[in-house]
């Protein structure tokens, strides 16, 4: 593995140990955007990021309020004239952490294990964000000036559809104004090989609910004379695939553009270990989600949609003989290029009306959307990241399209308009969203070095080339 600049790698071995605490005390909030009763923890969060900015010599550090209620972080350092300039985006929020009994400790205390930090948000997105933070305090730190200019925008409600920051965006371009984007919200290719994302999918998130009586009823009595809601909710939900796992909404496929053979050909030549996969997921069979495409084309470039969650009616200890009130569902779709999100819904919904058995009351909710985005891997920026991977992490990264979604990447390109690079450095067992979330320590240092040997590499270009180019949406 090639090093960086010889003062900052003495400057961050010297200060691992107290990095690592950081890096913790940051993962202790729990910044749950998504539950009401954790907005005290969103807003700590925020205001721990702003004091570490400021500390370490960023400027202008500060929340801003958005729409959906969760504060925004802004801080830059523009002093590096005649150098481009770099809006970078990570997000502080994180997801819920149940079940709880499958944690090996409270997600929100932090611990090291084989070289791992484990806990809510280790990967996604905080461990990520703190990379970005000392990174530019080792820059600062050794010689008192960053070669680039740079502006950071880290968000508080990634997590919950990013509500409210479109508009944000749109009030505050002239803020952002800068040349390039760098988006630190994503990983690496199985394997743990370092890897730029190309696309992103987007995403519809809807809820169903189905209620009938207004209290739960004795099944004894009742059954057979009313509609059960969950029994409802479960023909509902098998009406939306098929067996093969093909979509049945009627319309849903019908503004997918599908991979050309050149896409595919580049997807297949992917270092892609299928048994390896297979062991990470722990499940007893993989199975294609679609008929007539591989599994990576099935997480990368193919819709999909997927039950989240069902709940309603008893599910306590023993025995309890009712007809439940209600059930309910969540329901999430990821979209390709040329899908709509707003459109998707509206035919979910209208399908999940048709289909539904008489005796109840259905309603669906959308819960939110995003756009999907497509990235050139041979933008300058993106040219540059490629090569600083390599450098630190001594191999060639891979290009990768990514079946997440990512609110605001979508956003960026149409308010801002700028050139986006996809650069992050978490590892495919991450166990992002779920328990036992994990960095892998050698990603987090060795992207630190990344970032550094980044910002060093674009600070010799010149505003209009790391400008150049632009996103496809």
């Not at 979509?247 to 599908?258: A, H, R």
């Not at 010799?460 to 080339?465: A, V, Y």
């Amino acid at each position: 593995m090639l090093t960086v600049d010889q003062s900052i790698e003495a400057f961050l071995d010297a200060h691992k140990d107290a990095r690592l605490e950081s890096y913790k005390e940051l993962l202790r909030i729990p910044s749950i955007s998504t539950l009401p009763e954790h907005r005290p923890d969103i807003e700590r969060a925020a205001q721990w990021i702003v004091d570490e900015l400021s500390r370490i010599g960023i400027e202008h550090a500060r929340t801003f309020d958005t729409a959906g209620g969760h504060p925004l972080v802004y801080g830059d350092w523009l002093h590096a004239e005649g150098s481009p300039t770099i809006l970078v985006y990570c997000h502080y929020d994180v997801q819920p952490v149940d079940p709880i009994e499958l944690w090996e400790t409270a997600p929100f205390d932090p611990f090291v294990k084989d070289g791992r930090m484990v806990g809510r948000g280790s990967a996604d997105d905080k461990g990520q964000l703190h990379m970005h933070l000392k990174a530019a305090e080792a820059m600062l730190a050794t010689r008192g000036t960053l070669p680039v200019n740079l502006k950071f925008l880290f968000e508080g409600e990634e997590e919950h559809s990013s509500v409210g920051l479109e508009d944000w965006l749109r009030a505050n371009a002239e803020l952002l104004a800068a040349d390039a984007i760098v988006i630190s919200d994503t990983g690496f290719f199985e394997g743990n090989v370092p890897a730029l994302t190309t696309s992103l999918r987007g995403m519809m998130y809807a809820q169903i609910d189905v209620s009938g009586p207004p209290v739960d009823l004795h099944s004894g009595g009742f059954g057979g004379a009313v509609q059960n809601p969950a029994n409802a909710l479960a023909r509902i939900i098998t009406e939306l695939k098929s067996a093969s796992g093909s979509v049945l909404v009627p319309g849903f496929y019908d503004d997918v553009v599908p991979p050309t053979k050149e896409e595919r050909f580049e997807i297949s030549c992917l270092p892609f270990d299928e048994g390896d996969f297979h062991r990470q997921t722990g499940v007893p069979e993989l199975v294609a989600g679609e008929p007539g495409f591989s599994l990576l084309e099935c997480m990368g470039v193919r819709p999909t949609l997927d039950v989240n969650g069902i709940w309603g009616g008893f599910t306590g200890e023993g025995s309890k003989t009712i007809i439940p009130a209600h059930a309910h569902a969540k329901v999430s779709c990821r979209l390709v290029p040329d899908q709509d999100g707003e459109k998707i819904f509206e035919q979910l919904r209208d399908f999940v009306a048709q289909v539904a058995p008489r005796g109840v009351k259905v309603e669906v909710q959308n819960l939110g959307t995003a756009k999907s985005l497509r990235m050139d891997a041979n933008l300058p920026v993106s040219k540059a990241a490629a090569k600083a991977l390599e450098a630190t992490f001594g191999k060639a990264p891979v290009a990768i399209r990514s079946g997440g979604s990512i609110p605001v990447a979508a956003m960026f390109d149409e308010v801002l308009g700028l050139p986006i690079t996809m650069l992050g450095f978490t590892n495919p067992d991450d166990n992002a969203h779920a328990p036992n979330e994990t960095m892998v320590l050698l990603n987090y240092e060795t992207g630190l070095r990344t970032i550094t040997r980044l910002w060093d590499d674009l600070g010799r270009m010149s505003p209009l080339e790391a400008r150049m180019g632009g996103t496809t949406a």
